[in-house]
């Protein structure tokens, strides 16, 4: 069978695939487990096959990028205005390949496992900051140290952020620490 498109909405165990002809009619609506996608995917002609961006889409389109097929990857935000109905994943992979048919389609680039490596270090240092952050807050915010009428200088602050960043490269945490 030949396809123009094939549309894959990708969740934890089951992928659901909708695939088109070359005039845009729906010619395979089927869902598959990982293992067998992968090798659905080994014996199909090198297509179109389309995913919604997400985490392990970037996994998947590399695996089919290696099959000799090219995936454009669609951002979630593109593809909810194509869902008709009720939304299960069957209606999604159908909203996906009609979000891909579109001329004026924005899609993302399949990144590479280096460079999602590189990401999840990036969002792990923010999100380390920004508990360092609420920490000094909780400690040095003027409204807890003032209850009792007493304020908490300002210059205080920066000595928590200093005395907190020096465990955080400590590699302890302030819990273990104060144990």
Do not use: M
């Given at each position: 069978m030949e396809f123009?498109?094939?549309a894959v909405d990708t969740s934890k165990s089951v992928f659901t695939l909708h695939g088109v002809d070359e005039h845009g009619r729906p010619i395979l609506r089927q869902d598959l487990t990982r293992v067998r996608f992968e090798t659905f995917l080994g014996k199909t002609l090198p297509t179109e096959?389309?995913?919604e961006a997400c985490g392990s889409s970037?996994?998947?389109g590399r695996v089919a990028q290696e099959l000799g097929h090219t995936v454009p990857l669609i951002p979630p935000q593109y593809v909810k205005p194509f869902v008709k109905r009720?939304?299960?994943n069957r209606n999604d992979a159908e909203a996906i390949g009609e979000a891909a048919s579109r001329p004026t389609m924005r899609f993302v680039p399949v990144k590479s496992a280096e460079i999602q490596a590189e990401a999840m270090d990036l969002s792990a240092r923010d999100?380390?900051?920004r508990q360092r952050t609420q920490l000094v807050n909780a400690i040095a915010q003027r409204s807890a140290g003032?209850?009792?009428g007493e304020a908490v200088p300002a210059w205080s602050c920066g000595r928590v952020r200093r005395h907190?960043?020096?465990r955080y490269r400590a590699g302890r945490s302030a819990v273990e620490e104060d144990r």
């Open positions: 123009k498109r094939i096959v389309v995913l970037h996994h998947w009720g939304k299960n999100l380390l900051v003032g209850k009792d907190c960043g020096e």
